[in-house]
């Protein structure tokens, strides 16, 4: 149990130092200067204890830095490469600027004002949105719930921070003559980024998903492609028919690499994916699309299934949405398809 011990310090000033030994769990000591703030800490630790809690100070030895360095050591460098550029840079920021501080320190009020100075900063990309300030708070969120696991915090700080209130999800789409003309400018550029684009129109795959493809992963002969580096870590495997399974067959035959198992493997290093950025942004301009990003393929692909009448659920399996939270902002594209379920409803 607790024994609260009176003790003199060099300078004559008087402590009180407290001790906690319970079998089970580790041995708690704390000093204060007055006994009644001694012996009510030494109540409140002594209930948390017999409630089931852990308590440990190590929250007031271990620093922001050194959990956040655990972290991306233990967890996010098993996560796929995406995940851990994207984890790694978040937390690196957050290390940055209070990594000094202790896990203690970490409290609501300062996660508040650091996601302040997210919000207000120039990056490198100018001024964050709020659904980027709401991945940063979420990367160390979870950084923070890993250190409840290892026993070092009590609980995680983040979950008492709301998050901020994002803007409705960007839809961008390409219309028909968008689609044709930008395939064609693939087409001029370069058969790896026609399959990419063609793919991803196809298939509604993730950037890092096709980019990382490797041939073991390809069915050329059932029409399936097997996605094993995706954003939320399940293996999803997705038909590939038509037009696009064809092209997908007659790369296999004319550019498949012996040195490499990568579909489209890098020039300088056949082991790393081909970089396509320079390219993709090339053949926007030539196809004269404004306003459309590599990741609107997805949405537009998302729009061709849902307007041909595929359920939203289909749809979410296809997409690897694990809700259907996400593939709803497509819904609207089925207006048509309400509408004549609704008339043939009435005259039943």
């Known amino acids: ?53 852990l308590v440990s100070l190590e929250a007031d030895r271990q620093t922001i830095s050194l959990i956040i360095n655990n972290y991306l050591e233990d967890i996010v460098d098993e996560m796929c490469p995406s995940s851990r550029l994207s984890y790694s840079n978040q937390l690196s920021w957050f290390r940055d600027q209070v990594g000094h501080l202790t896990l203690r320190q970490l409290t609501p009020a300062l996660i508040i004002q650091l996601r302040k100075i997210l919000q207000t900063e120039d990056s490198t990309r100018g001024k964050r949105s709020v659904a980027t300030c709401n991945r940063y708070l ?26 901020l209130t994002e803007p409705r999800g960007r839809t961008r789409f390409l219309d028909d003559q968008e689609r044709e003309k930008l395939i064609a400018a693939c087409k001029d550029n370069s058969p790896q980024l026609h399959l990419v684009v063609v793919l991803a129109l196809a298939t509604g795959a993730r950037r890092q998903e096709i980019w990382s493809l490797r041939w073991e992963n390809v069915d050329l002969g059932e029409g399936y492609l097997t996605f094993q580096e995706t954003k939320n870590g399940d293996i999803r495997s997705v038909p590939v028919i038509g037009q696009a399974l064809e092209l997908l067959r007659e790369y296999h035959r004319k550019h498949r690499l012996l040195n490499t198992s990568l579909l489209f493997p890098s020039s300088k290093n056949p082991q790393k994916p081909l970089e396509f950025r320079k390219r993709w942004e090339s053949v926007l301009r030539q196809a004269e699309i404004k306003d459309f990003r590599y990741h609107d393929l997805r949405h537009s692909a998302a729009s061709y299934m849902v307007r041909n009448g595929m359920d939203l659920r289909l749809v979410a399996e296809i997409l690897g949405h694990r809700t259907l939270q996400m593939t709803m902002r497509y819904s609207h594209l089925k207006r048509d398809h309400l509408k004549s379920a609704m008339l043939k409803a009435m005259s039943a």
């Open 138 to 163: 979420a990367a160390l969120s979870s950084c923070c719930s890993y250190a409840v696991e290892q026993q070092i915090l009590e609980e995680n700080p983040c979950r008492k921070v709301k998050k």
């Open 1 to 53: 149990m607790a024994t609260v011990t009176e003790r003199l310090r060099k300078n004559g000033k008087k402590i009180f130092r407290v001790e906690i030994r319970i079998k089970g769990n580790p041995p708690l000591s704390k000093s204060f200067e007055r006994k009644a703030d001694a012996t009510d800490w030494a109540r409140q630790q002594e209930v948390k204890i017999k409630q089931g809690f």
